[in-house]
């Protein structure tokens, strides 16, 4: 089989995947409704105590829509990949990937993809709709050329989330329980993210040191660019840091997995 041919295969098998679990993806994305409504009635009580227009630099308008499109944002680039790979370097199950002409980090790359390729054109599609929905709610400003620049960063922030996570996954060669580990880390990354709140509630101090890590690339900055809140200079910027941060991670998890693959035993499979 071609090489090509191999990543579509691989591409498709990602996309059935997506399907056949599909009602756990739509359930998934019904309980981001619950953390909407929480934050909904949060900052509602926030900005009617503090009798102010502006808290920490948002509108009432923009804080509404900032938490609504972060929990969306949240779930599109969303990773479970990692306790896949974890199963397979404790069970064994690595052994018939080290053996395929594929790599297993094109597999993945490949498989994630597909599975996204479904996922985003359904959070897409209901973030048009919020979109609209709060611009005739809140007098939110949709604006074409924010939301064209939004999706030229999307897959940056997507390839960024999978370079972290196939990365963070590495640890289990180490650890032979690594799942608590990663559900740490998932709700350590989704705060300095930006994905609970925005990252000006953190103190001038706290924000500076969030926004030098590169899960702000993710989460934060694609939600600000979409809000009309950054300037150009900031959006190109931004954009750039999202490549650099990919490139280390990209070179970090060949790094960790050439050293972890010299700790792993091949059982089992």
Same mark, same amino acid.
């Not at 900052?43 to 829509?65: H, L, P």
């Not at 974890?86 to 993809?113: E, H, M, T, W």
């Not at 809140?138 to 960063?153: A, E, K, Q, S, T």
């Given at each position: 089989?071609?090489?090509?041919?191999?990543?579509? *295969?691989?591409?498709?098998?990602?996309?059935? &995947?997506?399907?056949?679990?599909?009602?756990?993806? /739509?359930?998934?994305?019904?309980?981001?409704?619950?953390?909407?409504?929480?934050?909904?009635?949060?900052?509602?009580?926030? +900005?009617?105590? !503090?009798?102010?227009?502006?808290?920490?630099?948002?509108?009432?308008?923009?804080?509404?829509?900032?938490? %609504?499109?972060?929990?969306? @944002? !949240?779930?599109?680039?969303?990773?479970?990949?990692?306790? =896949?790979?974890?199963?397979?370097? $404790?069970?064994?199950?690595? &052994? *018939?990937?080290?053996?395929?002409?594929?790599?297993?980090?094109?597999?993945?790359?490949?498989?994630?993809?597909? =599975?996204?390729?479904?996922?985003?054109?359904?959070?897409?599609?209901?973030?048009?709709?919020?979109?609209?929905?709060?611009?005739?709610?809140?007098?939110?400003?949709?604006?074409?050329?924010?939301?064209?620049?939004?999706?030229?960063?999307?897959?940056?922030?997507? @390839?960024?989330?999978?370079?972290?996570?196939? #990365?963070? #996954?590495?640890?289990? /060669?180490?650890?032979?329980?690594? &799942?608590?580990?990663?559900?740490?880390?998932?709700?350590?990354? &989704?705060?300095?993210?930006?994905?609970?709140?925005?990252?000006?509630?953190?103190?001038?101090?706290? *924000?500076?040191?969030?926004?030098?890590?590169?899960?702000?690339?993710?989460?934060?900055?694609? %939600?600000?660019?979409?809000?009309?809140?950054?300037?150009?200079? =900031?959006?190109?910027?931004?954009?750039?840091?999202?490549?650099?941060?990919?490139?280390? +991670?990209?070179?970090?998890?060949?790094?960790?997995?050439?050293?972890?693959?010299? $700790?792993?035993?091949?059982?089992?499979?």
């Amino acid at each position: 089989m071609r090489l090509h041919s191999m990543y579509l *295969k691989t591409f498709s098998l990602g996309v059935q &995947n997506s399907l056949e679990y599909r009602t756990n993806f /739509f359930l998934n994305l019904f309980g981001a409704v619950f953390p909407i409504l929480i934050q909904y009635f949060y900052w509602r009580a926030v +900005f009617t105590s !503090s009798g102010q227009q502006m808290v920490f630099g948002f509108s009432y308008n923009q804080m509404i829509a900032y938490s %609504i499109l972060a929990v969306l @944002m !949240s779930k599109l680039i969303g990773t479970t990949f990692q306790y =896949e790979i974890a199963r397979d370097i $404790k069970d064994g199950g690595l &052994n *018939k990937y080290l053996v395929k002409p594929i790599g297993y980090l094109s597999y993945r790359i490949f498989c994630f993809l597909g =599975e996204k390729s479904v996922q985003m054109l359904v959070v897409l599609a209901l973030s048009v709709i919020v979109m609209l929905l709060l611009d005739a709610w809140l007098d939110f400003p949709v604006n074409l050329p924010y939301i064209l620049l939004f999706l030229c960063v999307v897959p940056s922030a997507l @390839m960024l989330n999978f370079f972290i996570y196939y #990365s963070l #996954s590495a640890v289990a /060669f180490w650890f032979t329980e690594a &799942n608590g580990a990663f559900r740490t880390f998932v709700l350590l990354a &989704n705060i300095a993210g930006g994905g609970l709140f925005p990252l000006d509630i953190y103190g001038p101090v706290t *924000k500076a040191i969030l926004l030098a890590l590169p899960f702000n690339y993710v989460i934060y900055f694609p %939600i600000r660019l979409l809000s009309g809140m950054l300037t150009g200079p =900031e959006i190109a910027t931004g954009a750039m840091m999202q490549l650099i941060w990919i490139g280390v +991670f990209a070179a970090l998890s060949t790094l960790l997995w050439r050293q972890g693959l010299t $700790k792993y035993i091949a059982v089992g499979g």
